[in-house]
């Protein structure tokens, strides 16, 4: 929560600066804007022997600086920071020790993962937008680095809760693509995880190679 409480004031503080330099007078402008994602969160790639995972879902939100091109503004380069929450419905379970073990967990009940991460998107961007228009064409695409403020693995076995915290072989940087296309307000978002959720991690003795896919809904405010 206090991670969330700093990025909400931080995020009005840049809502201040974003709304006084939105537009520009004159043929050049900047679309400084702040994001909302809200999206449906699957756990890609995940072991043979893991059953499918439940519902699944993530809000983001921050601040990305735009950088123009060209004198249009109609290409431009974006520059962001922001806040991303994400909870999984899973079936692998975490069996906490001096080197953490993981095994099948389709047997349990209530097993989720929580995550909390810092954002950074890079986004190559262009839109039919003019420096009088504010519904138009758009198409994002880039790279979204993360890094993990907080990773909870939790579930119920046998009628006892489980809560483990922080876990070292949760990989605390990722990478991955992302792209958002659409009209006006509302667009489609997707990202696609380049880099593993975990490392030196093994379930049977094979390597843990799941990646997070995120498709959903972005929304663009000046």
């Known amino acids: 929560m206090k991670y969330f409480q700093a990025f909400f004031i931080f995020f009005c503080v840049l809502n201040l600066q974003a709304q006084k330099d939105s537009l520009k007078i004159g043929d050049k402008y900047w679309e400084d804007q702040l994001y909302i994602n809200v999206t449906y969160n699957v756990l890609d790639n995940q072991p043979s022997t893991i059953t499918r995972s439940g519902f699944s879902f993530g809000v983001s939100g921050g601040y990305i600086k735009d950088i123009p091109l060209k004198k249009s503004g109609k290409i431009a380069i974006g520059i962001g920071l922001g806040y991303g929450f994400d909870s999984f419905n899973h079936n692998l379970k975490v069996v906490e020790s001096a080197s953490n073990s993981f095994e099948s967990g389709n047997d349990i009940a ?52 489980v809560s483990i915290s922080d876990i070292t072989e949760y990989n605390k940087w990722q990478t991955g693509l992302i792209m958002s296309a659409g009209y006006g307000t509302f667009n489609f978002h997707v990202y696609y995880g380049l880099t593993p959720l975990f490392k030196n991690a093994l379930i049977n003795g094979n390597p843990i190679d799941t990646k997070i896919l995120r498709f959903g809904l972005s929304f663009y405010l000046l």
């Open 110 to 161: 209530s097993n989720k993962i929580k995550l909390s991460n810092l954002e950074m998107p890079i986004q190559f961007r262009w839109r039919s937008s003019t420096v009088n228009s504010y519904s138009f064409w758009r198409f994002y695409t880039g790279v979204k680095l993360s890094y993990n403020l907080s990773n909870t693995f939790s579930y119920i076995d046998n009628n006892v809760s």
